[in-house]
Every structure is written in structure tokens, then in C-alpha cells.
């Protein structure tokens, strides 16, 4: 049974927290649950990739292959300067 429940503030949440589990503490916010929204943003992001195909299986055969593939594409921009960012896709993308 966990410590503390952590929920951004939406107010269904505090009423099924009174309901399921009364003796936890919750604690809503809408700044301290951010670290476990971000684990999920891989996870997002493959979900919205899939919206596209036709099946479940044709979905995941194409994202499994291109996981390996996808860094190439999208270099941790946000941590390089407009020289370097310019020189390292040259660079990934020389034949």
C-alpha cells in the first residue's frame, strides 16, 4: 500500500481516493506529479506512432526497427548550439 498518492487537481481524483483508499495521503498538485508524466513520454510518443497502421502487429514490428533508428533522426537538439547541431547532422546523415 503506498505512502502517498501524488495527482495533478483534478477533483474526481480526491473523490475516489476517499473512497478506495482513505488512510493514504494525497497530495494534489500540478507540478509534483511531472517526473512520472515524463516517464511516460516514450511510451506516448510509440502510441501516437501507431495510430496510423491497420493492426497492433504491423505496428509493432515497424516501431521495434525503428527504435534503433529513431536517435539519428532527432539529436538532443535542446543541448547543442545551431553550429554543432548543423555539423552533427551532416555528419549522421553522409553517405
Known amino acids: ?47 501516437r506512432a501507431t495510430k496510423g497502421f491497420r493492426s497492433v502487429g504491423g505496428a509493432q514490428q515497424f516501431l521495434s526497427a525503428f527504435s534503433g533508428i529513431s536517435p539519428h533522426y532527432r539529436p538532443h537538439r535542446h543541448l547543442m548550439t545551431a553550429p554543432e547541431y548543423r555539423t552533427e547532422i551532416t555528419t549522421r546523415f553522409a553517405i
Open 1 to 47: 500500500m503506498p505512502r502517498v498518492i501524488v495527482t495533478d487537481k483534478l477533483r474526481s481524483y480526491g473523490a475516489a481516493h476517499r473512497e478506495v483508499m482513505p488512510s493514504v495521503e494525497h497530495r494534489a498538485h500540478k507540478g509534483l506529479n511531472n517526473r512520472a508524466e515524463n516517464s511516460h513520454q516514450p511510451t506516448r510518443q510509440r502510441e
